[in-house]
C-alpha cells in the first residue's frame, strides 16, 4: 500500500539551529501538507502545497518557516531558526486530488525536539 | 471559526463492551467530516468521510453516523487492538485547500 515516508523520525536541534524535516508524499498525489502536533494537545494546520506553491497557511507558518519541493519527489520543511515551542511532531501528508473521499494520506511523522 | 469538540477525552472499555465517540462541530459549511485513528507516535490513519446529514460508513467494528451538529463513531465488541486515539476532523467551505481542523481526540482503551 502505497505511503508516505518521513525523515527522520526523531530530531533533537539546539534552539536557534535550522532544521529540514523530508518527506516522500505518494508519487501521483498533488496536494502537499504539513501539520503538527504538540504533546497532548491538537493536530494543527501549518501548510498547504499545490502546483509548486504555498496555497494556503496558518498563522503558526511564520517567517521562520518554509516549504519546498525541490526534485518533484521530496517535500520539505524548513525551520529557520527553532524555538523551544517548535517542539512537537510534525506530520506530512498529501492528497491525490480536492475531490478524494480519503482525506489525506499521513506519514508516521518526525518528533522534534528543541533544546 | 470552525471548532470541533470532541468527548469524552479518554474512555476505557472491557473487550466486548460496545459504545459510542462523540464528535460535536461548530462550522460556516461542512464539506467532509474525517474519522481517523491514531496510534502513539504515529500520523493519524483514516477511518471514514462523512459528507451529508443520515449518512452511515461501516468498517469492520466502527460505524460512522453524521447529524447537522455532531458525528457519532460506534465501536461494537471492541478488542484491545482497537486501543488508539480516535480523531475528528472537518473541511469546510471556503477553505481552498482542503485544510482540515481536528479534534483533540478520545483516547480509547480496551481492557482484556
Known amino acids: 500500500e502505497p505511503e508516505v515516508t518521513q525523515t527522520p523520525s526523531h530530531q533533537v536541534t539546539q534552539m536557534g539551529q535550522e532544521v529540514i524535516l523530508r518527506c516522500v508524499p505518494i508519487s501521483n498525489h498533488l496536494y502537499f501538507y504539513w501539520y503538527r502536533q504538540i504533546l497532548g494537545q491538537k493536530v494543527e494546520f501549518l501548510v498547504s502545497f499545490y502546483n509548486n506553491e504555498i496555497s494556503e497557511k496558518s498563522e503558526i507558518f511564520d517567517d521562520q518557516f518554509s516549504v519546498e519541493r525541490p526534485d518533484g519527489s521530496n517535500f520539505t520543511l524548513k525551520i529557520r531558526s527553532t524555538k523551544l515551542e517548535d517542539s512537537a511532531m510534525y506530520f506530512c501528508?498529501?492528497?491525490?486530488?480536492?475531490?478524494?473521499?480519503?482525506?489525506?494520506?499521513f506519514g508516521s511523522g518526525t518528533r522534534l525536539t528543541v533544546v | 471559526e470552525d471548532q470541533v469538540t470532541q468527548s469524552p477525552e479518554a474512555l476505557r472499555l472491557q473487550e466486548g463492551e460496545s459504545s459510542s465517540l462523540n464528535c460535536s462541530y461548530t462550522v460556516s459549511g461542512l464539506r467532509g467530516l474525517f474519522w481517523y485513528r491514531q496510534d502513539p507516535g504515529k500520523g493519524p490513519e483514516f477511518l471514514f468521510t462523512?459528507?451529508?446529514a443520515g449518512e452511515e460508513k461501516e468498517k469492520e467494528r466502527l460505524k460512522a453516523t453524521l447529524t447537522k451538529k455532531e458525528s457519532f463513531l460506534h465501536i461494537t465488541a471492541p478488542k484491545p487492538e482497537d486501543s488508539a486515539t480516535y480523531l475528528c476532523?472537518?473541511?469546510?467551505?471556503?477553505?481552498?485547500?482542503?485544510?482540515?481542523?481536528f479534534g483533540k481526540g478520545t483516547k480509547l482503551s480496551v481492557i482484556p
Open positions: 501528508a498529501s492528497m491525490a486530488d480536492r475531490a478524494s473521499n480519503y482525506g489525506y494520506t
Open positions: 462523512l459528507y451529508s
Open positions: 476532523a472537518v473541511r469546510t467551505s471556503g477553505a481552498g485547500s482542503y485544510q482540515l481542523t
